[in-house]
């Protein structure tokens, strides 16, 4: 038995997700072997290989298989899928894009969102934007999962030595192309890999007190800026820091709720943070039932008093 993890990366670096995904892969039992699947990728190979817990690292390198088109990833995936009993995928943007392509290839049955490993064949997942949690159990013999990874703590990047296999490259499907990419930089810590962050909600009013009331204290704390789904929905804070159900999933040390009352949905993103701070006016607030530290107070008045005091 053995359990093949699809990377994500840049061609140079194995992004964070991959590692946490290597963390519930080792869970499922048996070996586990990294798939890097890349153009001029052979330093994201020997990344993968030093990573703890790995056994082997398969390497396909061919310009098709840059910036990770699904079609041709998806077929690289079905090319090696023989002889792996688990297939994982970091339930990502990418990942949650090639894992439905590889299990409708194979005739199988996919488990989404998968936040724990109950035994080889038997997996936990959320439901009903995570208000409840379902057992599912796979029957299929080769499992296709994409692993939250909120739910798994990160293998080390460092202390394997895996031996690198050069794998031949599946042909160009020709049927999607990669045109080009606009990749925003942040002065901050990406969302999804920050250990703080601080997310403001509609109560702000605006983008200008959006600013102007969260950032000194994220510069503060060194956090990644986050929202809601209605403050984004309002203009108050641009799409890739929404938090919820329907945005990232996150899961900091320590993640501070502001002027955000605790919808469902946006619940459904941040519930696993270590340590929850939420800061809010209306008492009643469902943020307050999640909070392991909550402020009853106006916002405007208690973040500048917080940031000042730190």
């Known amino acids: 038995m053995a359990a093949l993890v699809i990377a994500e990366h840049d061609n140079d670096t194995i992004k964070g997700a991959t ?6 892969a080792l869970q499922c039992g048996g070996d586990v072997h990294v798939l890097v699947a890349g153009a001029d990728a052979a330093a994201a190979a020997q990344a993968a290989a030093q990573i703890t817990g790995v056994a082997k690292v398969l390497h396909a390198d061919a310009a098709g298989l840059n910036h990770g088109v699904a079609e041709n990833l998806a077929a690289q995936v079905v090319a090696v899928a023989q002889g792996y009993t688990h297939l994982l995928f970091p339930a990502t943007a990418s990942g949650k894009n090639v894992a439905p392509r590889v299990a409708a290839l194979l005739d199988v049955a996919q488990v989404s969102d998968a936040m724990k490993v109950v035994s080889p064949d038997t997996f936990e997942r959320p439901i009903y934007a ?83 009331v969260l950032m000194p204290l994220a510069d503060k704390l060194g956090a990644a800026l986050g929202a809601s789904r209605a403050a984004v929905d309002a203009g108050y804070a641009p799409n890739d820091w929404q938090v919820g159900q329907t945005g990232k999933i996150v899961a900091p040390q320590l993640y501070f709720a502001v002027g955000i009352s605790g919808a469902i949905q946006h619940l459904a993103g941040m519930k696993d943070s270590k340590v929850i701070v939420a800061i ?30 730190l």
Do not use: H, M, W
């Open 19 to 24: 590692l946490n995904t290597v963390t519930a």
């Open 130 to 212: 995570g208000n409840a949690i379902a057992t599912v159990q796979s029957l299929d013999a080769v499992k296709v999962i994409t692993v939250r990874t909120t739910g798994f703590d990160a293998a080390a990047a460092t202390g394997g030595s895996a031996a690198v296999e050069g794998l031949a490259a599946v042909a160009d499907s020709g049927s999607s192309s990669f045109l080009g990419s606009e990749i925003a930089k942040l002065d901050r810590p990406e969302l999804t890999a920050a250990k703080v962050i601080v997310s403001g909600g509609r109560a702000l009013g605006s983008s200008d007190k959006f600013n102007e």
């Open 280 to 309: 809010n006016k209306d008492a009643e607030a469902p943020i307050f039932s999640v909070a392991d530290y909550g402020l009853e107070a106006d916002l405007f008045t208690a973040v500048p008093e917080l940031t000042a005091s």
